[in-house]
């Protein structure tokens, strides 16, 4: 199976093909934003190369896999407009993929893994694994707890840390997590994202985007024009 991934979730913008664990093609940068500049030319050349390397092109795709979250709010939205949009126009099935999943599965995880995601205002997203298994949903929780669930859950084992939430809760928590083992990705690795588009479910998987906790913008209280309510004594 030949599978288009299709990253900006997080800390790089990532376009990559791969057919059977066999990485044809691939194109990466780290940014945190500019994604929507960068992605069409970069999902180009990585299809263009992976052509050179087996043959085809577009049409040689049979799935697409997309980060859905957590992450940046304009980047995921710029790579799943994208990835709908190719996949429509290719007729091929779209996958959501997990940023925390895609975290955990690439680094082959063995014991206690916590995909961990920095999600600012003294929050974490986080995730956890063991042997590979999760051991319950992604949560949005406040530093203190995450370091009392991953402590806990470890029970005395150094557990290891994945993403970038994870230098922030040893730091933070040095005498809960200060033996942790920290796995420094920016992103989820493409051959794991490659991996879980093969073989999950695309119904049970769609491009949605996956938020944890409420977006930090609010609606304005009077539209454009209409004047400012009466102060209240």
Do not use: N, W
Not at 162 to 184: M, N, Q
Not at 216 to 229: C, F, I
């Amino acid at each position: 199976m030949r599978v288009l991934i299709v990253d900006t979730a997080l800390g790089a913008c990532t376009a990559c093909v791969v057919e059977d664990g066999r990485l044809l093609g691939v194109r990466s940068e780290l940014m945190t934003k500019g994604h929507q500049e960068r992605l069409a030319g970069m999902v180009r050349d990585a299809v263009a190369d992976a052509a050179k390397e087996a043959g085809g092109g577009f049409e040689a795709i049979d799935r697409i896999g997309v980060t859905v979250g957590p992450g940046s709010f304009t980047g995921l939205r710029v790579g799943l407009s994208f990835a709908q949009g190719l996949g429509a126009a290719l007729d091929r099935p779209v996958i959501g993929l997990s940023t925390l999943d895609g975290l955990a599965v690439s680094i082959k995880p063995v014991g206690l893994v916590a995909a961990v995601i920095d999600a600012r205002r003294g929050q974490v997203y986080v995730r956890l694994f063991r042997d590979g298994r999760p051991l319950g949903g992604p949560e949005a929780l406040s530093l203190e707890a995450a370091a009392d669930r991953i402590f806990h859950a470890a029970a005395g084992a150094p557990p290891i840390l994945v993403g970038s939430g994870g230098p922030v809760l040893t730091e933070t928590f040095p005498e809960r997590l200060g033996a942790a083992v920290l796995a420094r990705l920016p992103a989820p690795a493409p051959e794991a994202l490659a991996y879980m588009t093969a073989v999950v479910d695309p119904a049970a998987h769609p491009p949605r985007p996956l938020y944890l906790r409420a977006p930090d913008a609010t609606p304005p209280s009077r539209l454009p024009g209409q004047p400012r309510p009466p102060a209240t004594s």
